[in-house]
């Protein structure tokens, strides 16, 4: 099933979620709480039709993470398609594009999802560069060490347990979440290098952080350096040394990455997709979506 014509990929809140996935699969129980915007958490047993559990690619204005004791599951994000097998745990970004292909109908864990407000108890904390899983260009996957387990999951279940709680405590919610990405970033082998912690690293990283969000609204490298209150050459040099790419290529990836999931799971045809991306006339698009990918958009979406 492709999603409305009009949307395109949709962008979800805490709010429309639930029903984004209730057109699409049986799920038990609804996965969001009007009492908790800031908060949701579920057990993957709870999901009634594992077999065929499958949502479409979307974004979502919130973090959220996939912990699979048993089992596994794929999943994607962006264009890559990574098999979560347990025991591991996926991390998505807020603003990354993903679609849920599949899991295995005897997947055990928890889904987890978060707006970063839950965090106001510890005022300075950003995700992003505390703990390198929450980044724009990071490997999702973190795959878990036997003694690493059972600290994981109860973790889990004590935040299973104050999501249920009438008596919802979100300081005690947010305190258990650090300590769940503390322990984490503790047994992971992906560290950070000295490399990440230089200024052109940041700089880069927020720039791929807003292509993701405002890819719609900007195809300009000025607009995003704007966007960061830094100049578009800096913007560049920045980017230069971090990837050896220009800030120009990262924005044409993202509208390739944009154009390609519009293409195979819209309803938009591709003149359609040319103005609501680009701006740009068909044969225009046409001709940049060709010098990128080597197809025409026409060809790739005969590609199964």
């Not at 799920?27 to 908060?39: A, G, M, Q, R, V």
């Amino acid at each position: 099933m492709k999603f409305g014509q009009e949307k395109g990929i949709p962008t979800l809140s805490s709010y429309e979620i639930s029903n984004f996935h209730m057109h699409q699969v049986e799920w038990l129980p609804i996965i969001t709480n009007p009492k908790h915007p800031d908060f949701h958490i579920n057990k993957i047993e709870d999901i009634k039709d594992k077999k065929n559990f499958h949502v479409q690619p979307h974004r979502k204005i919130f973090h959220d993470f996939f912990f699979i004791k048993k089992g596994f599951s794929i999943r994607t994000k962006g264009l890559s398609s990574y098999k979560i097998e347990a025991p591991a745990i996926f991390f998505l970004p807020a603003y990354q594009i993903t679609e849920h292909k599949m899991m295995s109908e005897n997947s055990e864990g928890f889904y987890c999802h978060f707006d970063e407000s839950i965090f106001d108890f510890f005022p300075k904390l950003i995700l992003s560069e505390q703990y390198y899983f929450f980044q724009y260009q990071s490997n999702p996957i973190i795959s878990l060490l036997p003694k690493t387990i059972s600290i994981i999951e109860t973790i889990m279940e004590r935040l299973f347990s104050l999501y249920m709680d009438e008596n919802y405590n979100k300081n005690l919610v947010s305190v258990n979440l650090i300590t769940l990405f503390e322990e984490l970033k503790a047994v992971s082998i992906n560290t950070k290098t000295s490399e990440n912690r230089k200024s052109n690293f940041e700089i880069t990283k927020r720039y791929k952080n807003a292509l993701t969000e405002h890819i719609y609204e900007f195809q300009s490298i000025s607009d995003y350096a704007n966007l960061l209150n830094i100049t578009p050459n800096y913007l560049n040099k920045c980017v230069k040394a971090a990837l050896d790419k220009t800030a120009q290529d990262l924005l044409k990836e993202m509208l390739i990455l944009e154009a390609k999931t519009l293409i195979k799971h819209s309803q938009l045809n591709i003149s359609e997709i040319a103005v609501k991306l680009c701006d740009q006339t068909p044969s225009n698009f046409a001709r940049f979506f060709k010098k990128q990918t080597g197809l025409s958009p026409k060809a790739y979406s005969e590609i199964s």
